[in-house]
């Protein structure tokens, strides 16, 4: 079968390889692959400064954000052949440590987490795939076209539920937010924080293209001047930072409503430096029991999150999301960005 495969630390070692098809185990699932997203991690991996092959591998199959279709399923699991899947990303740590044992392995504390396509784990971007019964998330039908949104959402799901954690340290009660970003991760948490009734701002540097619309289509408020001055006009009591500038992630904490909370979730290269006043910074965080959290991953709790808010978001809206559909033998387009591109997906059932 064909799959999307890359030597993680090679720059240009994209290509489609003919690999064996998988055969699954008695406790898995054998998947017709559908699509995968391509994300900003997928991007790193392809540009050599991410990623790790499984070991004796030279080669990692990529592709993290998943979607397919049962073909075969073991007997008497909840699954059955037709279904639509996502597999999860993340796998405990073998040791494992406190959080894994525990189901919380999207907060592994030593690091020897696999991921699937990203670490140590062949990814979802092939024709088949095998995955374990108890990392499949079976997903509506209705949302077949836009199912590779699945994965980030789960993120962003984790995200709020970091923030609402936080903040429930004491009273907590918050109505405004702004997201720093309208990309993927950026408009689906802007969605989520619309699902829980609270007054959505996102911001991002574009003034055209599909971004402002798709903001503003959420009953969102859409802006693109800079963080600084929109962030200490409207006090939010959470930020989702969604982009991982430096600049902006110190700019939304230095102007936060009290008690704020900022949650990371945008990845960012080392080496960029930003001159920051340290003192203001450190003054505002203490006098106004302000937070800042990052977050990174999701366990089965929130792929079930992500699942309800996915079924009671608009499909049309979703759909809008998805820019671009790349056939596998066309990967290259999928990584050539383009200045419209919300999120662009890789469809693996063209035949070549
Ligand atoms: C994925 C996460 C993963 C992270 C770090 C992100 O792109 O969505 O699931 O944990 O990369 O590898």
Redesign the pocket.
């Known amino acids: 079968m064909r799959a999307l495969t890359v030597a993680p630390g090679q720059r240009g070692s994209l290509r489609v390889s003919d690999v064996p098809d998988p055969v699954p185990a008695p406790n898995e699932l054998l998947v017709q692959g559908l699509a995968i997203g391509v ?4 991007k790193e991996i392809v540009g050599g400064e ?1 990623g790790w092959a499984p070991p004796g591998q030279d080669r990692l199959v990529l592709g ?2 998943s979607l397919g279709r049962v073909l075969t399923s073991p007997p008497n699991s909840k699954f059955a052949p037709g279904d639509l899947v996502v597999g999860v ?2 796998r405990p740590d073998p040791v494992p440590c406190g959080a894994c044992a525990r189901g919380e392995f ?1 907060m592994c504390r030593n690091g020897r987490y696999t ?1 699937r396509g ?2 140590e784990l062949d990814g979802y971007g092939s024709e088949l795939w095998r995955v374990e019964t108890d990392y499949a998330v079976a997903l509506d039908p209705q949302l077949e076209s836009v199912g590779t949104l699945m ?2 959402t ?2 962003v799901a984790k995200a709020w539920e970091q923030v609402q954690r936080v903040g429930e340290r004491a009273w907590f009660d918050a109505s405004r937010v702004l997201v720093t970003g309208a990309g993927p991760i950026g408009l689906l948490a802007a969605l989520l924080g619309v699902q829980r009734g609270l007054d959505v701002h996102v911001l991002d540097r574009v003034t055209d293209g599909p971004k402002p619309d798709l903001v503003k289509a959420l009953g969102a408020t859409y802006h693109h001047d800079p963080v600084d001055s929109v962030a200490a006009r409207i006090e939010p009591d959470v930020v989702i930072e969604a982009t991982g500038a430096g600049q902006v992630v110190f700019d939304a904490l230095a102007n936060t409503a009290a008690y704020g909370i900022v949650c990371l979730t945008g ?1 960012s290269a080392a080496g960029r430096r930003v001159g920051v006043d340290a003192g203001a910074i450190n003054r505002e965080l203490v006098l106004e029991n302000d937070v800042v959290v990052g977050s ?3 366990n089965l709790r929130h792929y079930q999150q992500a699942a309800e808010a996915l079924a009671t978001a608009d499909v049309a809206w979703l759909t809008e999301l998805v820019s671009r559909r790349v056939p596998l033998t066309r990967f290259a387009d999928a990584f050539a960005t383009r200045p419209d591109d919300v999120k662009v997906v890789i469809t693996l059932t063209d035949h070549a």
């Open positions: 994300c900003g991690t997928d991410y993290h954000e990303v993340r999207d991921e990203i670490k994965e980030p789960t993120v990845v990174v991953n999701a």
